[in-house]
């Protein structure tokens, strides 16, 4: 008997310590792990510099509340607006939090234009979190199953099509456009490589706030610190969460001047958001992903993911998709059971949407590629 509600199915393993790319249970069995707690590891497990942040700041001191000047929010946060081009941050303790704070500057934004009916489009198959507002935007009636009323301001258009959106720009209650820059509980979805720059010039020409939703694909993720840097553009409003702790909850909503200042006082809060505890892990994963290379490391490792992929029997195979160490391996069968196969494996992988999700810390390396393509080569036969 359990006293934790039933909404989740977790299997039946728990782990107890980690070091790097490897879990390890009660009987020191050990697990690679190609998932990451869902993206959050950016530095795999117990790395020495994130523990060592986070056990010196929490000796010294874990919580003031925003009601006083916290110095490592200000350091955070400057650190970021720097990294992606920005200049005012928000700080959440989650994902999902980060897109409220990005839905409320949206209706502020409403608000100062004199649009009483917004509208925030977004795209089908996308993800952006399970609060009441993020789960409105989520395009998936999975999600979404059960919740109604939903908001209504969020209309869903298809994912990588122009054309959608262009239905839209002569419609004078739209505000903004949401989307992740790929998809990625939908099975790494890939867009055009012009997209993006295209949602931008829309968004330009129609005064909508461009907001990418960058909770899986930011911090080094897809081979570049956010993955809008491919589209060489910049957002307006840019959400992060997954890797920015390595594990803490921290999340962080990232505005451009122009938008910024529509966050007055009293307007948005958070009691935890960017205390100290959380600030100086996520400093530590920055200082640490730009130290030890992280990102060149991403790079390399991908494309040798790239090259080992294809030896895989590619007749269970519809499609591969790779950005960065976001791995999308999409089956022409359904993968059932194959979460617990590989933990019978003894590695950690995802399902989702009849594709294999691997999403590994970004110190991945050869070695470890090696064992997971040589699993689930093993893995597929059996299907
Ligand atoms: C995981 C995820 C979220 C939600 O983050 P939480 O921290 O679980 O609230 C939102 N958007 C994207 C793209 C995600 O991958």
Not at 37 to 52: F, T
Not at 292 to 307: H, T, W
Request: charged share 20%.
């Amino acid at each position: 008997m359990s006293y934790l509600t039933p909404n989740y199915s977790p299997l039946n393993i728990s782990f107890v310590h980690g070091s790097g790319c490897y879990l390890f249970d009660k009987n020191d069995n050990k697990y690679l792990d190609c998932l990451s707690g869902v993206g959050v590891m950016v530095l795999g497990h117990s790395h020495p510099k994130i523990v060592n942040a986070i056990c010196k700041q929490a000796k010294n001191l874990i919580h003031t509340s925003n009601w006083y000047h916290i110095d490592l929010q200000e350091q955070l946060a400057e650190k970021l607006c720097k990294l992606a081009n920005l200049n005012k941050v928000f700080f959440a303790n989650s994902g999902a939090e980060a897109n409220e704070a990005a839905i409320k500057v949206s209706r502020l934004f409403a608000n100062k234009n004199n649009i009483s009916n917004p509208i925030i489009l977004t795209a089908n198959n996308g993800f952006h979190g399970r609060t009441m507002a993020t789960l409105s935007a989520t395009g998936n009636k999975k999600v979404q199953n059960k919740f109604d009323p939903l908001m209504s301001e969020f209309i869903n258009i298809d994912f990588n099509d122009l054309a959608a959106i262009k239905q839209y720009t002569n419609n004078p209650n739209v505000v903004a456009i949401m989307l992740e820059p790929i998809q990625g509980e939908h099975g790494v979805i890939i867009p055009n490589d012009n997209y993006l720059q295209n949602v931008r010039k829309i968004c330009n020409e129609n005064n909508w706030l461009m907001i990418l939703d960058e909770v899986q694909t930011g911090i080094a993720r897809t081979g570049k610190m956010f993955a809008f840097e491919y589209s060489n553009i910049t957002p307006d409003i840019l959400t992060i969460a997954k890797g920015l702790g390595c594990g803490v909850p921290i999340g962080a909503c990232l505005i451009d001047e122009k938008y910024s200042n529509l966050l007055t006082i009293n307007t948005h809060g958070s009691t935890f958001g960017g205390n100290p505890l959380v600030c100086s892990a996520a400093i530590a994963v920055l200082n640490t992903i730009e130290s030890e290379k992280i990102i060149e490391n991403v790079n390399l490792i991908s494309d040798y993911f790239k090259n080992q992929i294809q030896t895989l029997d590619q007749s269970k195979i519809k499609q591969i998709r790779i950005k960065g160490l976001m791995i999308g391996i999409e089956l022409n069968i359904e993968p059932k059971d194959l979460m617990q196969l590989a933990l019978d494996e003894k590695i950690l992988i995802n399902t989702t949407n009849n594709t294999i999700r691997l999403l590994p810390p970004l110190i991945f390396g050869k070695k470890e590629v090696d064992i997971v393509i040589s699993k689930i080569s093993k893995l597929i036969k059996k299907l």
